[in-house]
């Protein structure tokens, strides 16, 4: 089905419910922009009614006994398809990243190349162990403890890793036995798509997974209070976490919130200046700054501030912005104008509050940038910590500068704010490396890292007002997909 737009034809992209591919009972549909050229239409989407996720939960209603009383060792050998064809198609839905999302093609492999590493450890965690064997005071007993699948669980995802977050909860929720209503971000939801089609043709049996786009009203609220959701998991803003968490409380669903972060690196006056220039402006401006564990916060010695700040310009005022398929870039663009107005309202906020503005700061619309969201790299200097910029979650290229006197001083700015995910020091003393990394309120710490670094076979989760419930990723992926049953056998 194809509809025209202006003068652009554009595909409208189906939905998936019970292993076909539908239409939505509603008939409107919504269009996606190229961030990088708003007059590009990327693909048009249902716009899935509250009657079309009911369908859909119908479906893994029904799938889930057939699929919980499938092997673990069968689940993984459809999943293990499924991986191969990621595989295959990474560059292809790399390029479908980009042009929803506007990050780097580089950046793009980057996040589906990790989601690879997410599904074969999930994969393998899945076979690895249902249970333990206990012993037990009482002569003549067997006894173990097992996990079993929850039921139909819901699956939220955002557009900053459109891929590899629907993965990392997919996986092990499917590996587990569970059944699957996924929903992507409105702003890249063919990279949802995508991501949905890899499992057609694998051997997953209808109903297992379903995909629906659409906005939080119809389709988010209703997964959220549906009581046969038993689950939720979703990676999104600290507000809408918060708004999730209270719906679905209500009827004690289970709920798993990784949400957003105000993330610092302390550089003590010790660090080497190279490493921790280098790894504030990766974590800064990679994907414009809108990882969740971005650094927005450089936390540095007064001794050393004044060579950082100006390393730090040096260097992000080099980066080339632009459109993300062009491999001369060092920075794209935003994802979409609402989230641009925002950041720039942050900007003029650190300005009205007092901030000294160092780099950047504008809307860049010259050349290529004129039809894209494309914000300069900018850097903040003068910047305490009660301020705004220093306290709210920016999600673009803005990076503020904070100065301090002391270790403690240090970690105190660093846990002043509601957020709690990411973190890093640089230093080459090792119990000021050690006394950071017991004091830092994070659920994600590094010693001379970038703040963003992690790997499959770890958690990853906040703590305060970044996250709740049991994190996701590593041994904790399956757990939070499960229940605990203990079993208690006499035998003689």
């Given at each position: 089905?194809?509809?025209?737009?202006?003068?652009?034809?554009?595909?409208?992209?189906?939905?998936?419910?019970?292993?076909?591919?539908?239409?939505?009972?509603?008939?409107?549909?919504?269009?996606?922009?190229?961030?990088?050229?708003?007059?590009?239409?990327?693909?048009?989407?249902?716009?899935?009614?509250?009657?079309?996720?009911?369908?859909?939960?119908?479906?893994?209603?029904?799938?889930?006994?057939?699929?919980?009383?499938?092997?673990?060792?069968?689940?993984?050998?459809?999943?293990?398809k499924v991986l191969a064809k990621m595989i295959e198609r990474r560059e292809e839905i790399a390029r479908v990243l980009t042009l929803e999302n506007g990050k780097l093609l580089s950046?793009?492999?980057?996040?589906?190349?990790?989601?690879?590493?997410?599904?074969?450890?999930?994969?393998?965690?899945?076979?690895?162990?249902?249970?333990?064997?206990?012993?037990?005071?009482?002569?003549?007993?067997?006894?173990?403890?097992?996990?079993?699948?929850?039921?139909?669980?819901?699956?939220?995802?955002?557009?900053?890793?459109?891929?590899?977050?629907?993965?990392?909860?997919?996986?092990?929720?499917?590996?587990?036995?569970?059944?699957?209503?996924?929903?992507?971000?409105?702003?890249?939801?063919?990279?949802?798509?995508?991501?949905?089609?890899?499992?057609?043709?694998?051997?997953?049996?209808?109903?297992?997974?379903?995909?629906?786009?659409?906005?939080?009203?119809?389709?988010?609220?209703?997964?959220?209070?549906?009581?046969?959701?038993?689950?939720?998991?979703?990676?999104?803003?600290?507000?809408?976490?918060?708004?999730?968490?209270?719906?679905?409380?209500?009827?004690?669903?289970?709920?798993?919130?990784?949400?957003?972060?105000?993330?610092?690196?302390?550089?003590?006056?010790?660090?080497?200046?190279?490493?921790?220039?280098?790894?504030?402006?990766?974590?800064?401006?990679?994907?414009?700054?809108?990882?969740?564990?971005?650094?927005?916060?450089?936390?540095?010695?007064?001794?050393?501030?004044?060579?950082?700040?100006?390393?730090?310009?040096?260097?992000?005022?080099?980066?080339?912005?632009?459109?993300?398929?062009?491999?001369?870039?060092?920075?794209?663009?935003?994802?979409?104008?609402?989230?641009?107005?925002?950041?720039?309202?942050?900007?003029?906020?650190?300005?009205?509050?007092?901030?000294?503005?160092?780099?950047?700061?504008?809307?860049?619309?010259?050349?290529?940038?004129?039809?894209?969201?494309?914000?300069?790299?900018?850097?903040?200097?003068?910047?305490?910590?009660?301020?705004?910029?220093?306290?709210?979650?920016?999600?673009?290229?803005?990076?503020?500068?904070?100065?301090?006197?002391?270790?403690?001083?240090?970690?105190?700015?660093?846990?002043?704010?509601?957020?709690?995910?990411?973190?890093?020091?640089?230093?080459?003393?090792?119990?000021?490396?050690?006394?950071?990394?017991?004091?830092?309120?994070?659920?994600?710490?590094?010693?001379?890292?970038?703040?963003?670094?992690?790997?499959?076979?770890?958690?990853?989760?906040?703590?305060?007002?970044?996250?709740?419930?049991?994190?996701?990723?590593?041994?904790?992926?399956?757990?939070?997909?499960?229940?605990?049953?203990?079993?208690?056998?006499?035998?003689?």
């Open positions: 089905m194809t509809t025209t737009i202006g003068n652009t034809s554009s595909e409208v992209h189906p939905i998936y419910i019970n292993g076909e591919w539908v239409e939505s009972s509603g008939g409107r549909t919504f269009e996606q922009r190229n961030p990088a050229c708003l007059s590009e239409i990327t693909g048009c989407f249902q716009a899935s009614t509250a009657d079309d996720t009911r369908r859909a939960i119908d479906a893994a209603e029904q799938a889930f006994p057939k699929w919980r009383d499938t092997p673990p060792l069968a689940r993984a050998e459809i999943l293990k950046e793009s492999l980057g996040e589906i190349n990790s989601a690879i590493r997410e599904m074969e450890f999930q994969i393998a965690e899945g076979v690895r162990s249902l249970g333990e064997v206990m012993p037990v005071s009482m002569p003549g007993v067997l006894a173990y403890h097992t996990r079993q699948p929850l039921g139909v669980v819901g699956i939220i995802t955002p557009w900053n890793f459109p891929f590899n977050v629907p993965t990392r909860k997919c996986a092990p929720a499917l590996m587990a036995g569970n059944t699957c209503v996924f929903k992507p971000a409105s702003l890249t939801p063919q990279t949802g798509l995508r991501f949905t089609e890899l499992f057609t043709g694998a051997g997953l049996p209808p109903g297992v997974l379903n995909f629906v786009t659409g906005g939080p009203r119809d389709v988010g609220d209703t997964i959220v209070t549906d009581p046969r959701i038993k689950a939720i998991s979703l990676t999104g803003s600290t507000d809408v976490g918060i708004q999730i968490n209270e719906k679905a409380s209500s009827r004690l669903a289970r709920t798993q919130l990784e949400l957003g972060g105000k993330n610092p690196v302390v550089v003590l006056k010790d660090a080497n200046l190279d490493d921790a220039v280098n790894a504030t402006v990766t974590a800064a401006y990679a994907c414009a700054g809108q990882w969740c564990t971005s650094t927005s916060r450089a936390i540095v010695a007064r001794e050393i501030a004044g060579e950082f700040i100006q390393r730090v310009i040096q260097k992000a005022g080099a980066l080339r912005v632009g459109n993300g398929l062009d491999a001369e870039t060092g920075m794209g663009p935003v994802c979409g104008t609402a989230q641009m107005r925002s950041i720039l309202a942050y900007i003029e906020k650190g300005l009205q509050e007092g901030a000294k503005l160092l780099l950047g700061g504008k809307q860049m619309t010259d050349g290529a940038c004129a039809d894209g969201c494309f914000i300069e790299p900018t850097v903040f200097g003068a910047v305490t910590p009660e301020m705004t910029i220093a306290q709210e979650e920016i999600f673009g290229p803005v990076l503020s500068v904070i100065e301090f006197g002391s270790l403690d001083e240090a970690i105190e700015i660093a846990n002043g704010v509601k957020y709690g995910l990411a973190s890093s020091v640089f230093t080459n003393n090792l119990k000021s490396a050690l006394t950071f990394l017991e004091r830092t309120e994070v659920g994600l710490t590094h010693v001379n890292m970038v703040t963003a670094y992690k790997e499959p076979q770890l958690t990853f989760g906040g703590i305060k007002q970044s996250g709740h419930g049991i994190p996701e990723a590593g041994k904790t992926g399956i757990e939070f997909f499960t229940e605990h049953k203990v079993a208690y056998v006499k035998y003689s």
